[in-house]
């Protein structure tokens, strides 16, 4: 009778560790995070993992300041066919949420649709954090990269701003980030300045009449826009693709 009692208890205790490591991992029960969106201790920048790594090799977070604008570059382990481990890049955007008291990367596609989450906690030093796909229980290490990740445009948003946007110690001089062999370095001089998006926006209506127009025709209506000479325009408007390639008159430069 005290070896059945016994059994059960583990056959108990075996269905509570799986059912228990599988709380809050319904994608459905996800809440954003309000606490992380403004928490220093967020995760923010280029981590990559140390030791077994899992199915996640490196992963990289970019925020807007105050905006909910985030974007995410990661590079996934297995997730392709054949012999061998491939190792696929996802970019799109991510969400930090919560459920049942677990916080969360939640993964999307450019259109808003779930493709992944990550369970996130504090890591054993600085800078550290470990990760697990949610639905299981093994924890893999991460340690947060000095230089930053950049690489192919991610979400419509140019390296350089990937680079901005991820919260680097820059150099204590006047300058500007660059994208050189995908990884983030902070040069002091002079760059461009950079163009109030509302101001870019403002561009994109205006520029609206003369798309479709052809050739000379569509630098003339152009030129006819440009309050400070055509020279000044274009390298506005370069810096407005530079910053962002979703307006229309990116294309067209």
């Known amino acids: 009778m005290r070896l059945l009692s016994i059994m059960l208890s583990a056959g ?27 928490d220093s201790k967020r995760p923010l920048g280029t ?7 899992g199915d996640l090799a490196r992963i990289v977070l970019a925020v807007e300041p105050s905006t909910t604008n ?40 450019e259109d808003g649709e779930l493709f992944d989450r990550y369970e996130y906690k504090d890591g054993d030093f600085i800078d550290t954090i470990k990760i697990r796909r949610a639905g299981t229980r093994e924890w893999f290490d991460f340690q947060k990269a000095d230089r930053g990740w ?27 980030w660059t994208c050189e062999q995908s990884q ?20 994109d209506g205006a520029i609206d009449s003369c798309i479709g127009l052809d050739g000379q025709t ?7 826009l440009a309050e400070n000479g055509a020279a000044a325009l274009r390298q506005e408007l370069e810096t407005c693709c530079t910053q962002s390639s979703d307006y229309m008159f990116c294309d067209r430069l």
């Open 47 to 53: 981590y990559a993992a140390t030791g077994e790594r």
């Open 150 to 176: 950049c690489g192919e445009t991610i979400a419509s948003v140019a390296p350089e701003t990937v680079c901005q946007r991820q919260g680097l110690v820059s150099a204590l001089c006047r300058g500007h």
């Open 12 to 38: 108990v205790l075996a269905a509570c560790v799986t059912a228990c490591a599988n709380q809050g991992d319904d994608p459905n029960d996800d809440v954003e995070d309000i606490e992380a969106s403004s």
């Open 184 to 203: 983030c370095d902070y040069e002091c001089g002079p760059g461009r300045p950079p163009v109030d998006p509302e101001v870019c926006e403002g561009y």
């Open 70 to 109: 985030r974007i995410i570059h990661a590079e996934l382990v297995g997730r392709g066919s054949g012999p061998t481990p491939s190792v696929l890049p996802f970019n799109g955007r991510f969400k930090y949420t919560k459920s049942r008291g677990k916080r969360f990367i939640r993964m999307e596609t």
């Open 218 to 224: 569509f630098a003339q209506c152009i030129e006819s």
